[in-house]
């Protein structure tokens, strides 16, 4: 086996320095020349008919240089898959926040004084909040015909549903013969709440047209290639009309994959005939931006007496908001797992998109796995209770294993449930003595991770580096880090002499975007096949300058030296200075998405809970996983930490507050995110085993951690005072609550 020189140290990210001092440029911080700002009106009303639209007031205040309303932009629609989402409402809106008018000015208070004389004219709908309202008969209906919309994804529709928008469902067996054969059977339904993404970058973005027609657009998103492909259909444009430039991004956590308000700037640009930024305050973050959908999942399971799960039915309703185009498939990828880690043979599995005049649904890190996960490990001890076994025993009796199908019908490879579970439990103590009202609770997640297209460039300098080109914006994962040391180890090099930078749209090869935890899978190994490649081209030079054949040279340490005669030897650098040509090869490879290898996160957490207030402390989390070859220790536990502490968040305390579809909390002072005062004690088990898709046999790590705790949470709350929570957050009132219940 090669001997790592850096993959498996802790390099420190190349653009660390720049970050901490304040020079990183975010979208917010780009300025170009004659740049107006622009404002957004957003609808008060969650459902409504617009009747008249007056901007005369807001035309004449000083400094304004555009005004468009919803009639400017009549048909146009935006949306990553289905287009179902006006850049502005022309006729009618469907959620508080949607966005109806929207004025350029030379200052951001001009353009504020504006948008606030803007006159409109409602005719106030019927509304409806409930996904499970909303598909009742006598519901207001958000959208006539559906699948009329450019986009539609037509096989997944659901146009037997009233507010229906998509359909996913997995079978297999026969799940009613299955509930028969059981000796018992559980049914337990699970409310999971609104979640924003948490990032501390607003959306922001400019739009510039330039002097040849084209559009220039810095903005702040994940996947400028995909990004580029919504604006074009939706402004009517060819892609290639359009260049999205480098800019870093703040955080995104899955939220920022969308050009929704890239459309509006766009058309002010048109007709201001100058360059329009526009950034969200967090108000407008929280209210109208893309969070997690508020969803409701029933499990049916049928069991024996000893313990076997023998059929298992799960519906889950998620409310898609007034729109489904934050969605790039218009559906969440729920089947991850949908029936847990665990052996049924027979199952029924249905995820449904329901309109709701609620703020309209995104992608947050691992989407839609959070309400899975906690739905299944809180039904999942709620049947090990009943049939009064250990909850670990439980699952350890109905572990998958190797080879075997999951709940829809998944060949699994690699598996390490058992294994991995059972250092989590070693490492927490599982069975040790607990204090009064204290508890430990058990939780797992898996997931599969996507595949898909990307590419890169790499090229040998004449001063012995290598410079890489990519096409992914590292938005906090550490991408590029990891580019650096496989080319530095794959080249031999110092990983100081390899350097990234950050291509556009225009001079990168494409890419599908940082999405579902496949960087290192996707960009790594084209990564390797860079250097390889490369390494080709370089051998092939020296041995023109050797005189001898490729093969009969070694290369090390950035020299190229004669196998039988060591004395001669080659610079790198004096190789590729010497080249005939540039020394640069472009790698492009759609990869597959391995649905047959299993990941898998096990959690314990541990809690302590006041019975007189409700009030819970997550005193600690064990955090468990399958992992290979880890590229960077520090970056990798970084994600661990990280993930662990947003679950915990949305376990305990993460909730967007809807009165009658309006956001409550819209502000960074209600809506509670953990705090460094709120970290726990955290434990890290690394259980290193083989099968990774990535390079050099690693495994993902990006989006495992944070899906479990808020189930490993709920099962510890009930370990330490015997009570049962169905809905997140796990609230101090909701403890004290169900207690007071439970004591008569």
Known sequence: MAEFKSVGTSVPRADGKDKVSGRTVYAADVKVSGLLWGKILRSPHPHARIRRVDVAKAGRVPGVRAVITGEDVRGRLVGKQIRDMPVLCWDVVRFIGDRVAAVAADT???AEEAIHLIDVDYEQLPAVFDPEEAMKPGAPLLHENVAAYDGAPT??????LHNGLTRLAYSKGDVEQGFREAD???????RIPARHQGYLEPHAGTVDIDGDGRVQVWASVKNPFGVRSQLSKALGLPEERIRMNVVNVGGEFGGKGDGVDL?????????????????????????????????VITIRSGVTRDGRIVARSTRALHASGGYGALKSNTSLATWHYAGGQYRIEHASFEFLQIYTNTVPGGYYRSPGAVAVAFAVDSHTDLIAQELKIDPAEFRMRNFLSEGEEDGVGHPLKNVRFREVLQSA??????????????????????RHISGGDTGVI???ESDGSFTIVSPSIDQGSGTHTILRQLVADQMKVPVEHVKVVVGDTDTAPRDGGMRASRMTYVAGNAMVEACEKLRERLLEQAARMLECRAEEIEFADGRFLLRQDPGQQLALRRVVAQAAERLEVMVYEDYPYPENISYICA????????????????????????????????????????????????????????????????NLGDYKLPTVADIPKLTTVLVKSTGGVGP?????????????????????????????????????????????????
């Open 108 to 110: 951001l208070d001009a």
């Open 263 to 295: 459309t509006v700037a766009y058309f002010l640009a048109q007709k201001a005939g100058k360059p329009v930024k526009i950034v969200n305050t967090y108000g407008e973050e929280l209210s109208a931006s893309n969070p997690a959908h508020p969803t």
């Open 458 to 460: 790499l090229t040998a």
């Open 184 to 190: 018992l059977v559980l049914e337990h339904t699970f």
């Open 425 to 446: 439990l070693s490492a927490a103590g599982w069975n040790k003595a607990k204090p009064r009202n204290s508890g430990r609770g058990i939780a797992l997640s898996g």
């Open 603 to 666: 959690q314990v957490a541990e809690v302590e809970v006041d019975p007189a207030t409700g009030a819970v402390r997550v005193k600690r989390i064990v955090t468990a996983h399958d992992v290979g070859t880890i590229i960077n220790p520090i970056a990798h536990q970084g994600q661990i930490d990280g993930a662990a502490i947003m679950g915990m968040g949305q376990g305990v305390m993460e909730e967007l507050v809807m009165d009658n579809g309006r956001i409550t909390n819209n």
């Open 696 to 744: 050099l046999d690693s495994k993902p790590i990006g989006e495992f951690a944070n899906n479990a705790p808020p189930a490993a949470i709920a099962n510890a709350i009930a370990d330490a005072v015997g009570v049962r929570l169905f809905e997140l957050p796990l609230a101090p009132e909701k403890i004290y609550r169900a207690i007071k219940e439970r004591q008569g």
């Open 155 to 160: 096989k997944i529709l659901a146009n037997d």
